[in-house]
């Protein structure tokens, strides 16, 4: 009995791999698909310029991205990412500029208040037993009114400190092959992307991440801290969201305490479109820059177009749907 336990549980495991990898290959697919017709259609979107423009909008929401993948494996959600990246900026424009303090010093108040801001999320859904939606809507809230608060409502500029454009708008590769002007905060992404992935499937941490979304009983049966694990997710979901901070303050090079609403949910919907499940165990960070990239060329793709910006916000949702909808179908034939 237990070998057909066994076998059936493989059986099933391999499926679900199949299946992410199925939905990660629609998406490039789809990706391909709108370069192509985005180029054909639109006059200068597939010049340089423009494809730069395009990476540097991917690589906010790319980040953003990666942190709601670890929550939603998890088998979570976070709707904080968007204002909790904006309060990391506006921390990092006060130690930096009315504080006068080195450029790591505000990296790491960057870093440190998006971990705490997830840690308190996370501790509220797993000691509070508060459902991850409302925990999260409630400090989307609280992210967005303090930074509010900590500003004084207005932006924090970053002049007293030159280098902080080098965080994003800025490219040193040009240095070494001339021309070649991809902006700094392109790496940064893949950078965190690949950190990400290697936490994801090669640690122990992953692995319990995985195992929380697919059966939290079940982990907790097995002598796992389920609730030590899921607040260590959520703060690192939030330290993640303040690279996106650091990265979207420098390409503005001020700290907007208005911006964030929003962007939680291109992040959202960058995760769901690479293959990553809304019911939790399985995803991959690959699949969610390869989402993000889709949110981004679509945007771009439609502006230049001449559609209005209010019909980017539809069109967004309908993917969502679409998105959850095909990965049930896939589940069920899983």
């Known amino acids: 009995m237990t070998d057909i336990t066994l076998e059936q549980a493989g059986a099933k495991k391999s499926s679900l791999f199949s299946t992410a990898a199925l939905q990660k290959g629609v998406a490039f697919v789809v990706l391909i698909a709108l370069l192509a017709f985005f180029s054909i259609f639109t006059e200068n979107f597939a010049a340089w310029n423009n494809m730069v423009n395009i990476m540097q909008a991917t690589a906010v929401n790319g980040v953003l991205g990666v942190a709601v993948t670890f929550v939603i494996i998890s088998g979570g959600i976070d709707l904080a990412v968007g204002t909790m990246m904006t309060l990391t900026a506006v921390m990092a424009g006060l130690v930096l500029t009315n504080l006068g303090m080195p450029l790591p010093v505000g990296i790491a108040a960057a870093l440190a208040s998006g971990g705490v801001m997830g840690l308190i999320s996370g501790s509220a859904i797993a000691k509070l037993k508060i459902p991850p939606f409302i925990a999260t809507l409630g400090m989307m809230q609280i992210s967005r009114g303090l930074a509010l608060v900590f500003s004084g409502a207005k932006p ?45 499937n090669r640690s122990l941490f992953g692995r319990y991440i995985f195992a929380l979304g697919s059966n939290e009983e079940a982990a907790r049966l097995s002598g796992v801290n389920v609730d030590f694990w899921k607040i260590l997710t959520y703060a690192l979901s939030g330290a993640i ?30 995760v769901v479109i690479g293959g990553t499940s809304l019911s939790g165990g399985r995803g991959t960070i690959l699949g969610t820059i ?14 230049s177009m001449g559609v209005q910006e209010e019909w980017k916000i539809v069109v967004t949702g309908v993917i969502i749907m679409v998105a959850v909808f095909v990965d049930i179908i896939l589940r069920r034939r899983a």
């Open 156 to 200: 924090i500029y970053f002049n007293s400190t030159p280098n902080y454009k080098y965080l994003s708008p800025e490219s040193s590769i040009s240095s070494l092959i001339p021309g070649f002007e991809v902006p700094n905060g392109v790496f940064i992404m893949f950078g965190v992307a690949i950190a990400a992935s290697i936490v994801l």
């Open 290 to 303: 390869i989402g993000a990239f889709i949110m981004s060329v679509l945007t771009n793709g439609l502006r």
């Open 241 to 270: 969201c303040g690279v996106a901070g650091l990265l979207i303050s420098s390409r503005l090079n001020s700290a907007q305490p208005a911006l964030g609403l929003g962007y939680e949910l291109d992040a959202i919907a960058a």
